[in-house]
């Protein structure tokens, strides 16, 4: 099954969807919404981004903002791990991590016999700011850092605060709030380089979310290891699951929340190995992800931006025209700030398009956290490629051929 195909099937199965009543109800027999997880995410980052404007990388409000998410995450419920990142000049930061045991999944060991083997997922976001709301000279801004990256905190507690809705999650999932990911992906580096090699070698997947808010569209986007002709489905088989779940699961009707990717068509040298790419379904904003990319590991990286454009030093976060005090550019200027970015894109009222659906958009970042979230998480549901969670081994078990992973049971494969 080519990505072409695999996209038209996806569309078809939302619009079956549109017109099939939601499986799941409440207990007054309501029909469930997907990714219907209220103002949480959304609270957290802006609360994260007002208290703690002038988190960056090695500061007092870094090391108080840290404490801030782990002390949410002793409120969900875990006890999060700290460990500590190290600049190159003896500073410290931390990253925060809570790690969830999954089923595992059981693998064929070439031989015909199954053993189980757990696979790893990551999910993660940097919780410091590039900039200080006051300048040198003393001046002060309304810059919180709420888009880069307060509303990738919220989106990750998100994740985790839902995660005991997925009891049969196949993977063990680590839930990642990175240090001084604005010091060159230091806590990112840090955690990658701590885990041990056979760690390293499980992980399936490592999904990234940086900056959702500012941004026209919400992107996924996948590593520059996906430019290999040999290996590009490969690595991209996540990234392509997540179009599958936004689109099966109806967030566009529910929402108008919608998964792109980067399809410029850019041709360039993107990777700097002397060979020209195709500018595609990879992003030159640069994150936590990249550690990860750089050891093979496959990313989905959710951030949001604007890709219509027919060169590449053209491409910029927002066409928003009260948003172009800097090129269109919001993380890492004055502009990601609380007080502005809701002033602009928080809207109250709703009201139906020319297509007459329902715009819901209301608070942009409440939807966006949500949405990323559930679809993160209904990815992982999917399983991996290396094996079977044990509900598919027993299926398997009763019907040894063909495996749910040979049929395509819990994951896609091509054709």
């Given at each position: 099954m080519n990505k072409r195909t695999y996209k038209l099937i996806s569309i078809v199965m939302a619009l079956l969807l549109l017109v099939i009543?939601?499986?799941?109800?409440?207990?007054?027999?309501?029909?469930?919404?997907?990714?219907?997880?209220?103002?949480?995410?959304?609270?957290?980052?802006r609360q994260l981004a007002s208290t703690y404007p002038n988190r960056t990388p090695y500061?007092?409000?870094?090391?108080?903002?840290?404490?801030?998410?782990?002390?949410?995450?002793?409120?969900?419920?875990?006890?999060?791990?700290?460990?500590?990142?190290?600049?190159?000049?003896?500073?410290?930061?931390?990253?925060y991590y809570v790690k969830i045991e999954g089923t595992?999944?059981?693998?064929?060991?070439?031989?015909?016999?199954?053993?189980?083997?757990?696979?790893?997922?990551v999910i993660g976001a940097h919780y410091d700011d590039m900039l200080s709301a006051i300048d040198s000279t003393g001046s002060e801004y309304t810059y919180d850092g709420i888009s880069d990256n307060a509303s990738g905190i919220g989106c990750l507690l998100t994740c985790l605060a839902?995660?005991?809705?997925?009891?049969?999650?196949?993977y063990d999932v680590y839930f990642v709030a990175f240090g001084a990911g604005n010091d060159n992906f230091a806590g990112a580096n840090t955690f990658l380089n701590n885990l041990s090699a056979e760690e390293r070698e499980s992980i399936d997947v490592m999904y990234c979310i940086d900056s959702i808010y500012a941004g026209d569209k919400i992107y996924a986007s996948a590593g520059y290891n996906s430019l290999n002709d040999q290996t590009r489905y490969q690595m991209r088989r996540k990234l392509y699951q997540t179009y599958d779940v936004c689109?099966?699961?109806?967030?566009?009707?529910?929402y108008k929340f919608d998964i792109l990717y980067n399809e410029s068509g850019v041709s360039t040298d993107l990777d700097g190995n002397g060979t020209i790419d195709r500018y595609n379904e990879v992003s030159a904003n640069k994150s936590d992800y990249v550690p990860f990319d750089n050891a093979g590991i496959p990313?989905?990286?959710?951030?949001?931006?604007?890709?219509?454009?027919?060169?590449?030093?053209?491409?910029?976060?927002?066409k928003n025209l009260n948003l172009q005090g800097m090129g269109g550019n919001i993380r890492g200027t004055v502009l990601?700030?609380?007080?502005?970015?809701?002033?602009?894109l928080r809207q109250e009222d709703t009201d139906t398009d020319e297509d007459g659906i329902m715009d819901k958009s209301g608070d942009l970042l409440q939807i966006r956290i949500n949405c990323i979230s559930f679809v993160i998480l209904e990815t992982l549901m999917k399983g991996s490629d290396a094996g079977m969670t044990p509900a598919q081994y027993e299926e398997f078990l009763k019907n040894p051929s063909p495996t749910p992973i040979e049929s395509g049971s819990g994951s896609l494969v091509e054709g």
């Open positions: 009543p939601m499986a799941g109800c409440s207990s007054e027999g309501e029909a469930v919404k997907p990714a219907d997880y209220g103002s949480y995410g959304a609270d957290i980052a500061s007092s409000q870094e090391l108080e903002a840290g404490e801030f998410i782990a002390s949410e995450m002793r409120a969900l419920g875990y006890e999060p791990v700290v460990q500590q990142v190290g600049g190159n000049f003896g500073q410290t930061s931390n990253n595992g999944f059981y693998v064929d060991d070439g031989l015909g016999n199954y053993y189980l083997k757990h696979r790893i997922a839902h995660a005991k809705d997925y009891r049969d999650m196949g689109y099966a699961n109806t967030l566009y009707s529910n990313i989905v990286y959710f951030d949001s931006f604007d890709y219509n454009f027919t060169r590449i030093e053209d491409m910029k976060e927002t990601d700030s609380t007080a502005l970015l809701d002033s602009v």
